[in-house]
């Protein structure tokens, strides 16, 4: 009985025009496409400015840190940014830890 089914399943295949080999990649390319617009390319750029914004740094600047300590930008060096918190304390941070400016957090908070 399933020899039945085995044999129409190979005159079936048979009949079937050939596809070109090329096109059974069109759709991991297209995956990959989609991929790069939606994810890819978004995070690169949100890098690029972060990294303009570290590189911006100046004394003076207010900012929050990744972990969301804001403070006022008191000291830089090559990896590591001196800030002062409320009440006079200083903290050492790293550069990579900085996630951007606190005058344009509260900006957007009131729009």
């Known amino acids: 009985m399933f020899d039945l089914f085995i044999s129409t399943a190979h005159a079936q295949a048979a009949n079937t025009p050939a596809q070109p080999a090329w096109m059974s990649f069109?759709?991991?390319?297209?995956?990959?496409?989609?991929?790069?617009?939606?994810?890819?390319?978004?995070?690169?750029?949100?890098?690029?400015?972060?990294?303009?914004?570290?590189?911006?740094?100046?004394?003076?600047?207010?900012?929050?840190?990744?972990?969301g300590i804001l403070g006022k930008v008191t000291g830089i060096a090559d990896k590591v940014v001196t800030i002062e918190l409320d009440g006079g304390t200083r903290m050492k941070v790293l550069k990579s830890h900085i996630g951007g400016s606190a005058t344009a957090l509260f900006s957007e908070a009131k729009k």
């Open 26 to 67: 069109v759709p991991f390319v297209l995956i990959f496409v989609v991929m790069y617009f939606l994810m890819i390319r978004p995070q690169k750029k949100r890098m690029e400015e972060e990294q303009n914004f570290i590189n911006k740094l100046s004394h003076g600047d207010e900012i929050y840190t990744k972990s």
